[in-house]
């Protein structure tokens, strides 16, 4: 499909295409004036916020150019543009007037991609609509069975495809066949850069192809990533991505005489039906990122900008919604599974999804460039103590010290940025609790998975539409000290909870660990000074310092930092802990809490290593007494111990 002329794509707040208007001429004006909607140089605009004569529209040369023509302006991307402002439009930009979203496309080759890309989304859209029509009418059928649903949906699905998908035997359609095929292959082979080679789940991925169609299907992946030179190596995924967007539809084309129009069809066929069928029922184009163990978070800016955090880099997919619509549906399934509701009035939810992984959502007309959707996935592997030295986040010494600080029973805070490892290490750190101790845990969102038989997990819930039914962890730390706990253990200190946690390390519950977000254990003490006074009490600085340093005994500082690893890529990072510090006595002459590093990350990029500062920390000799640690083991020259760990 080639375009001889630009054209401006018309769609609503969502998204959802309403026209598509070829630029024959070389000015046009932009409105709501209904009487002019027949006129040639006139394209017509609905919705809220658009005035009669709105803006104008001419070529220059072979640029073309907006103005507004009212006081209320436009948008372009970000900017705003005033009455009489004249703006260069570049393809694709998005141009807001009032609720319609425009974008502009001229006859280039990336532009056919998106056109082929839109017609693709649009029987998808079309498919969707006519199931939604259908379960509307039907609902009766359902008698509020969801397997019955889906059930009846999917063969209604099939029908609807059989029926209006019909491509076989058109001369005029070829160009579309290949195109709607290429797209097919596209998806399953993001999914196999993402999982660096891995197999996958083909069963899933061509669900409704037999087992030789199956089989051609995986062969003609291999063969594009052979065209593409695809590595499918992990240290090679942010490459193989981008050609893979680059240089898909040259190298379907080099391969797609040896594709037959039937088994065309079947791909194409099986495509829309996983895709219709997935926004149905799970997450639509971001489920099967769930189900790839390496992939840690989900990011989704909008319905066309997804990224996923992978091995601690971060890469764009190529994978997109639909429409801001479809994007919408999913995140507000998500919210609804939760007992939350997204609306314009309440465009924020944090909910749960059904395997544990943790979910914010950010909706219009907050986000104001299209929704935004945060998953942190609730991995299935258990990191223990020992998997993260593996991974070198902390040294030999440095697990036998923690591991003896835990046994003591020593009150730990966990300090870092948002995704650093901290909720991880605190998961891993509790393990080292004996069976025979009771623990109560409290979350937001429960994260820990803790096996200890005596254990009770709290978790937080905000309130409802109403304002009511709203429980803190504050509520729940208050209450966990009537239960007769061994220790605590909360997931993060963000708030006036912090002074009921120091007085509960204070009053008897040795051995409890929480979390906060702070840089490096002195801007710990100044942040946890800052929540306690969020508590509502009247305490002096001196008194809260009194409280921190006779609550805290260790801090674990983590962060992401380059890569340990010597064989690693130049610009890897990965999660780690740069220092583990003892708090000492607060001084009353400077009024300062002193900050004792036992453990430090140092060196430079390519010679990073943990280090013993060389400080013996205060209660080494009770370890030393219970047989928790000796002081050879605690001065065990760290590469050696590594080595010798390895070996």
């Known amino acids: ?366 986000a104001l460039n299209g929704l935004s959707l945060t998953i942190r996935k609730f991995g299935k592997k258990h990191w223990t103590v020992s998997d993260l030295r593996s991974n070198r986040a902390m040294s030999l010494p440095m697990e036998r010290f923690i591991e003896a600080a835990v046994l003591a029973r020593k009150n730990v805070i966990i300090s870092g940025g948002t995704g650093s490892g901290k909720t991880t290490l605190l998961n891993a750190l509790a393990m080292f609790v004996p069976e025979d101790e009771r623990i109560v845990t409290i979350e937001d969102t429960s994260e820990l998975r803790l096996k200890n038989r005596n254990l009770v997990t709290l978790e937080a819930r905000r309130a409802n539409v109403d304002g009511r039914g709203e429980i803190s962890i504050r509520d729940l730390v208050k209450n966990a000290l009537r239960m007769r706990p061994d220790r605590i253990v909360v997931g993060e200190c963000r708030g006036g909870e912090t002074l009921d946690m120091l007085q509960a390390m204070n009053t008897g519950h040795s051995g409890s660990m929480t979390t906060a977000h702070a840089n490096s254990p002195e801007d710990l003490i100044l942040r946890l000074e800052t929540m306690v006074l969020q508590s509502g009490q009247d305490l002096p600085i001196h008194a809260i310092r009194q409280q921190i340093s006779a609550a805290i005994d260790l801090v674990v500082q983590v962060r992401k930092t380059p890569s340990l690893d010597s064989g690693a890529p130049p610009l890897a990072r990965q999660r780690t802990i740069v220092e583990i510090a003892e708090l000492g006595d607060y001084d009353p002459d400077t009024g300062q809490i002193p900050v004792n590093p036992i453990f430090e990350l140092a060196g430079s990029i390519g010679t990073l290593r943990h280090t013993i500062s060389g400080y013996i920390p205060s209660f080494f000799q009770e370890m030393a007494d219970r047989d928790l640690l000796s002081i050879e083991t605690f001065f065990d020259d760290t590469d050696t111990s590594e080595a010798r760990d390895a070996a």
């Open 1 to 366: 499909m080639t375009l001889a002329r630009a054209h401006i794509r018309v769609c609503d707040a969502y998204g959802n295409r309403k026209a598509a208007v070829t630029l024959d001429g070389t000015y046009y004006e932009l409105g709501s004036d209904l009487a002019r909607a027949a006129a040639p140089d006139y394209i017509l605009l609905g919705g809220s916020g658009v005035a009669p004569r709105h803006a104008r529209l001419m070529q220059v040369g072979d640029d073309w150019t907006l103005s507004p023509l009212t006081p209320m302006g436009a948008r372009l991307g970000r900017r705003d543009i005033g009455k009489d402002e004249s703006t260069e439009l570049t393809a694709g930009t998005e141009i807001w007037l009032g609720n319609n979203m425009l974008q502009l496309l001229l006859p280039n080759a990336s532009v056919t991609e998106s056109l082929a890309n839109s017609e693709l989304t649009d029987i998808e859209l079309m498919m969707n609509e006519a199931l939604l029509d259908y379960e509307d009418r039907r609902r009766d059928l359902f008698d509020g069975d969801e397997t019955q649903r889906e059930s009846l949906l999917s063969a209604e699905l099939d029908r609807l495809i059989d029926r209006e998908l019909d491509l076989a035997g058109k001369p005029n359609m070829v160009a579309t066949i290949n195109r709607y095929a290429c797209e097919a292959l596209r998806r399953p082979l993001i999914s196999a850069c993402l999982m660096s080679g891995m197999r996958g789940d083909v069963e899933a991925t061509y669900s409704q192809l037999n087992d030789d169609q199956r089989d051609r299907a995986v062969e003609l992946r291999e063969d594009l990533a052979s065209e593409l030179r695809l590595s499918m190596q992990a240290d090679d995924t942010a490459d193989d991505l981008e050609k893979l967007q680059r240089g898909i539809a040259d190298a379907y084309r080099a391969i797609s005489g040896t594709i037959g129009e039937t088994f065309k069809l079947a791909l194409i066929r099986d495509a829309i039906r996983e895709k219709v069928l997935s926004l149905f029922f799970r997450l639509g184009p971001i489920q099967f990122l769930l189900d790839i163990d390496a992939i840690s978070e989900i990011m989704v800016c909008g319905p066309d900008r997804i990224f996923v955090e992978k091995g601690n880099a971060m890469f764009e997919t190529g994978l997109t919604f639909a429409s801001e619509n479809e994007l919408f549906t999913v995140a507000a399934r998500i919210a609804g599974r939760d007992g939350k509701q997204l609306t314009e009035g309440a465009p924020l939810a944090d909910a749960r999804l059904a395997d544990g992984s943790r979910a914010n959502i950010v909706a219009m007309p907050t």
